[in-house]
């Protein structure tokens, strides 16, 4: 054996126990004891290493049972830890390990309510040197390990920032890597899943860089619930998670190298079920599922791109509360108190404000929600139900440049309402078909009652519209298609009764150009129904239905050197055309409470057309209605005119047909004084207007009135109205009475119905004041007809007073409604001279008549027939003077002679007879006896039509005639 050989052999032979021993046996438990020493150096927690092994042959070295914290609440810790080095690490230039195995790890995750992360004080790190840290970052220790294996990990998460502590634990984590390295061209295959109680499961496959950093692959979340996560929401808003739980998945690809740089690709999010609440209770969102697919996102860009979304029976509640303000604008706009306040998102952090972020979604759809909707600023709280409702959009497109699809099927309460068509929203942009069916119009009930004391009892509307909606430099609004309210019923609050309803309100043709015009094809108003009501007070029931709203701040005014006036020709009037409007069996009910009794009327039956109605035309618009009055009677309306400008054009005829008087009797109680027993009444009335110029023809004929009792009403006029109702009423029973009437309407004191009723007025007046000039005018004739004239002492008609009786006798055949009364007249100074003569001329002969009966002579059968001798009178007057004075003559006249004796016996009788009241009664008598006998004789009159009335006797001065008084009454 050489010499040294045996040494060496030696050496050799003892080189590898010695290795060994050290490498299994020495090392080991030296580096145990050193590390259970060192430890607590490094370590701010109690931490033991239960056992160390090492391979030195194959490089295997073996942790077991590290423990980092207290027993029961260890921190970091893992069961077994195994690692294996590559022999070629010594010449390949880097570190070169085949596998790492760690069996049965925990780590525990704590953040303490200062935001303290457990681990970051878990070790005991020495303070880094202030001049490294400007020294520039060295390249990066040269490794590759072949397999990273870890299984059955454990991960406890905790973080008492919130409110409500967050928690969350993975049971059971496994993690493969394969080929992970610091060298170029590494590129690590990467398994991770794990799974834990309300965590829902982690599947994350793909490739992980270190060099440059970055990873892609595919990352998976199943059932994961959201109730662990939320305390972050909650104190955010105070919103309370009921239910939740989300599962997504999602082809990733991370660049870290040159900043951050993110895309997904096919990613998929599904959250089902959610259900929110408030903090009080009550439910906020209900959502069954929300599936989003075919989604992509790049974090450079600042792109999402969603290729699909669809909701499932989404429930929601929203309101607006008293305050104006929405409740889930309170609920987020309310934060938990203590929580640092957020960074102000409208200053960009940088010098230039960040791109905004750009969505994108191809196809989007939400079936079978509903919304709980209510309207708490109204006193009257509003609720509206929509749904089920179903929407869908497609190719949206958050920059708004291009347009997007929207289509719309949803209900609210009984109603629908669909919407379909295409939107833009930048410049905003809208086309659209709009229909909607059996819309209740109810809940606006709430925000008329503020305003007017009506109650919308009900009214459903329905419409086909097509809405175009542009913006920009002129911005645009087009409406086309029909509406229709359907039985509208309002009810006046006050007195419960109706106001206004109708069955059906049609507008067909409808031409919407917003600040331009208004097109309607044709109006058809279906059963219309309208009440208007005079109260006792002289107010209407419209006036007393309105509320008087509160007087609004003054505006200010205009600024100095600015003119007040508006600009002509700035603005024009929105052009209105109406095709047509069609009234079909309208009606209307009108009462007047200021009269006792009360009037009321009704119309029916009311149908007919209005033609062409057009603002910017001056063509005016034909008229054609007719309906009844109090079911029977029959009014029309026809002819023209120019709603927009009825001063410029109108021809309207006016014609109501037998319309019962009766139900006139307020009016004639107040203003006439006489209730109305019988009659009817046909109105024509005829208004002309031609720039203003007022040519009216007013028509009233009455069929057979008679007024009936006498009314006390401090408002009837002062005159003889059954006088100027016989006077007005012709042969066959009818006042007919013609009122035309011209006038300028743009002067602004010419009003048209008072000048009516003064006019009406003043007819009857002068009927009744000038009765005789009234009924001479029947006749043709100007004569008066008031008095009939007689010689004095006569009783005899002459022939003026035969012709003025002849035209009054034809007069009161055309009024058969007039009575003559005839005041039987006779005067003392013209009548009682005469009256005397032919008074003694008549003693004359009845004394003659009886000498001659007592002589026994024959005489004619009546005393008026004889003629007395003259010399038969002297002795006659003196038994005339003793029976008549019953005196004797004075003695004195004896010595007088028998001329001079009998002119004073003469005189003194005669002047006995001239103060004679019952001869000039019987004069006055006979006188009204001669008048009512040539009217009835020769005028063919009915005697029961002429009165005598008792007589009077005129104290005027003597007169070539005396006139007999006539005077006309009603029967």
């Known amino acids: 054996m050489p010499k040294g050989l045996k040494p060496t052999l030696a050496i050799l032979a003892i080189a590898p126990a010695l290795y060994s021993l050290l490498g299994f046996l020495v090392l080991p438990g030296a580096s145990l004891q050193v590390i259970n020493r060192q430890l607590p150096r490094f370590v701010t927690q109690p931490a033991t290493l239960e056992r160390l092994e090492f391979n030195p042959f194959t490089l295997e070295l073996t942790l077991h049972r590290l423990r980092l914290g207290e027993t029961g609440r260890e921190q970091l810790a893992f069961e077994r830890l195994y690692g294996k080095l590559h022999w070629d690490s010594l010449w390949r230039g880097h570190l070169h390990l085949a596998e790492i195995q760690l069996e049965r790890p925990q780590v525990s995750v704590r953040f303490?309510?200062?935001g303290t992360l457990n681990l970051a004080h878990l070790f005991k790190l020495p303070a880094s040197s202030a001049g490294k840290a400007d020294e520039p970052v060295g390249e990066p220790f040269p490794l590759h390990l072949d397999r990273l294996l870890l299984?059955?990990?454990r991960l406890h998460f905790q973080d008492r920032r919130p409110s409500t502590p967050v928690e969350a634990r993975y049971n059971a984590l496994d993690l493969e890597l394969r080929h992970l390295g610091t060298l170029p061209g590494d590129n690590a295959e990467l398994t991770l899943q794990a799974s834990g109680p309300n965590a829902g499961r982690i599947d994350w496959r793909g490739q992980l860089s270190l060099l440059p950093l970055r990873s892609s692959g595919k990352l998976a979340l199943e059932q994961a619930s959201l109730r662990p996560w939320w305390p972050y929401v909650r104190d955010a808003a105070p919103l309370v998670l009921e239910n939740g739980s989300v599962t997504l998945s999602a082809d990733y690809q991370l660049e870290l190298a040159q900043g951050l740089q993110l895309q997904l690709k096919?990613?998929?999010l599904k959250l089902a079920p959610l259900a929110l609440s408030a903090a009080d209770g009550r439910p906020l969102a209900r959502l069954q599922s929300l599936e989003i697919g075919k989604t992509s996102l790049d974090l450079a860009r600042r792109q999402v791109s969603i290729g699909r979304l669809l909701g499932q029976e989404l429930e929601t509640w929203a309101a607006r509360e008293a305050d104006g303000q929405l409740d889930w604008q309170k609920l987020l706009a309310s934060g938990s108190p203590g929580q640092p306040a957020r960074l102000d998102k409208g200053k960009p952090v940088g010098n230039e404000p960040p791109r905004p972020w750009r969505i994108l979604l191809a196809d989007a759809r939400l079936r079978g929600s509903r919304l709980h909707l209510a309207d708490r600023l109204p006193k009257q709280e509003v609720k509206l139900q929509v749904g089920p409702l179903d929407l869908s959009l497609h190719n949206f497109d958050s920059h708004g440049k291009d347009p997007f699809l929207v289509d719309l099927d949803t209900g609210i309460d009984q109603g629908r309402l669909q919407a379909a068509g295409q939107v833009r929203l930048n410049p905003l942009a809208a086309e659209l078909q709009l229909d909607s069916r059996d819309l209740d119009l109810r809940p606006a009930q709430a925000y008329l009652a503020p305003f007017i004391r009506l109650e919308l009892r009900s009214g459903h509307l329905d419409s086909s519209l097509k809405v175009d909606l542009s913006s920009g430099e002129k911005p645009g609004l087009q409406i086309d298609g029909r509406a229709a309210i359907r039985q509208l019923h309002m009810l006046d609050t006050l007195k419960s009764r109706d106001f206004v309803k109708w069955q059906q309100l049609t507008l067909e043709k409808l031409s919407y150009r917003h600040g331009e015009r208004l097109d309607i094809g044709r109006i058809v108003l279906e059963q219309p129904y309208a009440r208007f009501i005079v109260n006792e007070n002289l107010s209407t029931n419209i006036g007393e239905l309105l509320i008087a709203q509160e007087k609004g701040q003054p505006a200010s005014p205009?600024?100095?050197?600015?003119?007040?006036?508006?600009?002509?020709?700035?603005?024009?009037?929105?052009?209105?055309?109406?095709?047509?409007?069609?009234?079909?069996?309208?009606?209307?009910?009108?009462?007047?409470?200021?009269?006792k009794p009360n009037f009321a009327t009704a119309i029916h039956q009311l149908n007919g057309r209005i033609g062409s109605l057009d603002n910017r035309q001056r063509k005016?618009?034909?008229?054609?209605?007719?309906?009844?009055?109090?079911?029977?009677?029959?009014?029309g309306i026809s002819g023209s005119l120019n709603p927009f400008d009825p001063l410029e054009s109108l021809d309207i005829a006016t014609r109501f047909q037998r319309v019962e008087l009766t139900t006139l009797t307020p009016y004639s109680g107040k203003f006439a004084g006489y209730r109305i027993r019988k009659g009817r009444l046909n109105l024509d009335l005829h208004y002309r207007i031609d720039q203003g110029q007022l040519n009216a023809e007013n028509r009233l004929v009455l069929e057979e009135l008679q007024l009936g009792e006498q009314v006390d009403s401090p408002d009837a006029v002062?005159?003889?109205?059954r006088l100027a109702v016989a006077l007005l009423k012709d042969s066959q029973g009818r006042i007919a009475i013609d009122l035309p009437l011209k006038g300028d309407l743009n002067n602004p004191e010419f009003r048209v119905m008072p000048i009516v009723w003064q006019t009406l007025r003043n007819l009857v007046l002068r009927t009744a004041q000038a009765p005789f000039k009234f009924v001479a005018g029947l006749t043709g004739d100007k004569a008066d007809l008031s008095h009939v004239e007689f010689r004095p002492g006569s009783s005899e008609l002459d022939a003026a007073a035969q012709r003025n009786l002849d035209l009054l006798g034809k007069a009161l055949e055309q009024r058969p409604q007039l009575r003559l009364e005839v005041e039987g007249m006779s005067a003392q100074a013209s009548d009682g001279p005469l009256l005397a003569k032919q008074r003694l001329q008549r003693e004359y002969r009845n004394a003659y008549y009886r000498l001659l009966q007592q002589q026994g002579k024959r005489v004619p059968a009546s005393a008026d027939e004889l003629s007395v001798p003259e010399g038969e009178k002297e002795m006659l007057l003196e038994g005339i003077y003793r029976r008549r004075l019953k005196q004797q003559p004075p003695a004195e006249w004896n010595k007088l002679?028998?001329?001079s004796r009998s002119t004073r016996l003469s005189e003194a009788v005669l002047d006995s007879w001239e103060d004679s009241t019952l001869l000039l009664r019987q004069l006055a008598q006979a006188r009204a006896a001669s008048i009512k006998a040539y009217l009835v004789e020769q005028g063919g009159l009915d005697d029961h039509r002429i009165y005598q009335l008792d007589v009077d006797i005129s104290e005027a001065p003597p007169a070539a005639h005396v006139s007999v008084p006539l005077q006309l009454a009603g029967e």
């Open 718 to 721: 002062d005159l003889p109205i």
């Open 151 to 153: 299984t059955g990990g």
């Open 112 to 114: 303490d309510k200062q």
């Open 620 to 635: 005016p618009a034909t008229v054609d209605i007719k309906g009844k009055v109090d079911r029977y009677a029959p009014v």
């Open 266 to 268: 096919n990613a998929a």
């Open 897 to 899: 002679d028998k001329e």
């Open 558 to 595: 205009p600024a100095k050197g600015k003119s007040q006036a508006p600009e002509r020709g700035a603005t024009q009037p929105l052009g209105i055309h109406i095709g047509s409007v069609e009234v079909r069996d309208g009606s209307a009910n009108f009462a007047d409470f200021s009269l």
